[in-house]
RNA sequence: CGGGGCGUGGCGCAGCUGGUAGCGCGCGCGGUUCGGGACUGCGAGGUCGCCCGUUCGAAUCGGGUCGCCCCGACCA
């Protein structure tokens, strides 16, 4: 990508109504753009970056087994009063809207009831289970006040899968199986060391599920972490009985605030019963499937590694998610001229500052300010050595690299 | 939804003891510069969120309304 074909533009100030270091970063490297309270825009940059979190997600799952879908956000009233919960009262983060021909629908907040009707048309059977279905999708809750920047937003990018088992042994194999999925993604994604499963209330599911919590002040929940064993607690459900149940010691555990990444339900017969969800199993027994829900929210995701990986000089992105692997600048004709064969070698792969009217510290700067993982430069001083000069995000120096070798990095990808 | 704060060129801000708007960044044109956000000359750009009221006159005073941020409550 050449930044002079490239329609958003940085900024060194952001704006005065944006608090958290995230949001205030995301939207001056003109990743993100703001509709209103809790709504953004996704910029090339951004999308870019949401994209390939989303595909180390999609990875990961497939992985285990899911298969990916995708669902409509328009949601027909009936499927959910089945359930009971159409009602403002039991959910009360419903945007509703009318048809004009008449009647009500909602815009979707989850699917748990609309993929449970549909998979009643497709399992009927002991051989059809277990299945494991998921999907990206938008979803749309009407939070009474959104915060944090693409933190807590009204409409945001969910992935969602739901799990559909013979009965609940079947069931905890796959619960664990997907909690350990989430560990490699959070690693993955770069939040790793500081992403714990945290045991957690149910709501109105079970008695108790499971969050994936990442340490950070800007989260919005209190956890109580055992670093030893690399899980905690969270405040919701921080009693006495819970930490005998878990062998966790009041002494050892420290307290954080968090952010929720993820989170794993068991839902059980919940929605199979009011769905009416059954299978007949090998004897012909009619039986109801066991369900089970695993959401990550890659938007929030996004917003937590920018809060937590970035610098005074702005993002910082692990190379697999960053938008691009390089930013290049070439400095002098020749240097100029090899930036932008290396650009059109590998376009994907590179931004070319090809601004000619910015200084070398404007395009320095927004190297930093964009976090992309290498800054590029090539000069006659490089080439006099038949080299690039390359400097890592997180370090201070930078070292020579031989052309042809960067050249070889290029095409490898 | 309760409490607090704030809406002035694209962004950050000043002006608010009433007299019809100013600065910095950014933007356009010219010149000097050119490996860490340079300097300089000229210039474009604003119904001061919106409505009503007070007044000869409102960005400025009063009321209302919409929007935004923070704290809290809430969070399937």
Not at 125 to 142: C, E, G, I, W
Not at 158 to 174: A, I, P, T, V, W
Request: net charge negative.
């Amino acid at each position: 990508m050449k930044i002079s074909q490239n329609f958003t533009k940085t900024s060194k100030t952001a704006p005065a109504d944006e608090q958290s270091e995230s949001a205030k970063l995301l939207l001056r490297a003109g990743y993100i753009y703001k509709e209103m309270a809790g709504v953004y825009d996704y910029l090339p940059l951004g999308m870019r970056t949401l994209e390939n979190i989303i595909q180390i997600i999609r990875e990961e799952m497939n992985a285990i087994g899911g298969q990916e879908l995708r669902m409509t956000a328009l949601q027909p009233r009936d499927v959910w009063e089945a359930s009971g919960r159409w009602s403002d009262d039991v959910m009360d983060v419903w945007f509703k809207t009318k048809l004009n021909a008449g009647g009500e629908l909602g815009l979707g907040c989850t699917h748990e009831e609309p993929l449970t009707r549909l998979m009643k048309s497709y399992i009927s059977s002991y051989k059809d289970l277990p299945v494991y279905a998921y999907q990206f999708q938008t979803k749309f809750r009407n939070e009474l006040r959104a915060k944090s920047g693409i933190m807590r937003t009204r409409e945001f990018m969910m992935k969602d899968l739901y799990s559909f088992s013979k009965n609940r042994e079947e069931h905890d194999e796959f619960y664990e199986k997907c909690a350990e999925s989430y560990k490699k993604i959070f690693n993955r994604l770069g939040i790793g060391n500081d992403t714990f499963r945290t045991f957690a209330s149910g709501g109105a599911f079970s008695k108790y599920s499971d969050e994936f919590q990442t340490l950070t002040d800007v989260g919005e929940d209190i956890i109580y972490l055992d670093r030893e064993k690399g899980i905690a607690v969270n405040e919701e459900v921080y009693t006495d009985e819970v930490l005998k149940e878990l062998g966790l010691d009041r002494n050892k555990l420290e307290q954080h605030k968090a952010a929720e990444v993820g989170n794993i339900f068991t839902l059980g017969y919940r929605y199979s019963e009011a769905l009416d969800l059954t299978y007949n199993d090998e004897d012909g027994n009619r039986r109801k499937v066991f369900m089970g829900s695993y959401g990550i929210g890659p938007s929030r995701v996004m917003g937590v590694i920018a809060e937590k990986l970035s610098d005074e000089k702005g993002l910082v992105w692990p190379e697999e998610i960053a938008p691009y692997k390089y930013y290049v600048v070439g400095i002098g004709t020749e240097g100029t001229k090899v930036a932008n064969d290396l650009h059109d070698k590998a376009p994907e792969q590179i931004i070319l500052d090809d601004r000619d009217k910015a200084r070398i510290g404007e395009k320095f700067a927004d190297a930093d300010l964009l976090g992309i993982p290498y800054r590029v430069v090539i000069s006659d001083k490089t080439l006099a050595d038949n080299a690039v000069e390359i400097k890592s995000r997180t370090e201070a120096d930078t070292k020579l690299l031989p052309l042809e070798e960067f050249t070889a990095k290029l095409v490898q990808k």
